[in-house]
């Protein structure tokens, strides 16, 4: 059974942790670590303009040898912003994911950020819903299911 990715969101939350494409890499880095999250939403005013994960530190700063304090995050953020809709299925969410090899999708109504889910999220919601489903199964062979 498909479930969208609105029924995922009402469960998490719809928090989205975004900084400025202004900011510095070291201050990206210093809220992904206090945050814990391996992401952050690049916006300016309303509007998605990009993402910068733990890959872009990795190849676009370290191994290019920018000085984090000096690079802002507009110069090695990720700019293609690949978004989906909150009626998306959570099956066709990580088929984006595999198919652009990106671990966040920002979820937009229009060109309303309405939250942000990771591959992470999303095995967790697909991975509850089986062993649910799984439950009932047992339950319906045993016997034990509600008539």
């Not at 942790?17 to 005013?45: C, F, Q, W, Y």
């Not at 671990?103 to 819903?129: F, K, N, Y």
């Amino acid at each position: 059974m498909e479930h969208q990715v609105k029924a995922l969101l009402k469960h998490k939350g719809r928090e989205v942790h975004s900084i400025s494409p202004d900011a510095t890499v070291s201050d990206a880095v210093r809220a992904m670590n206090e945050k814990k999250i391996g992401a952050l939403l690049v916006v300016e005013g309303d509007k998605p303009v990009g993402m910068f994960t733990e890959r872009d530190i990795l190849q676009r700063v370290i191994d290019s040898g920018k000085d984090p304090s000096e690079t802002r995050v507009a110069h090695v953020m990720s700019k293609d912003v690949i978004a989906i809709h909150p009626e998306a299925t959570v099956e066709g969410a990580m088929a984006v994911m595999t198919e652009r090899r990106c671990r966040h999708l920002p979820v937009l109504e229009g060109e309303t950020i309405v939250g942000l889910v990771s591959i992470g999220d999303l095995t967790r919601w697909v991975s509850r819903r089986q062993a649910n489903h799984i439950q009932d199964l047992v339950a319906y062979i045993t016997g034990s299911y509600p008539r």
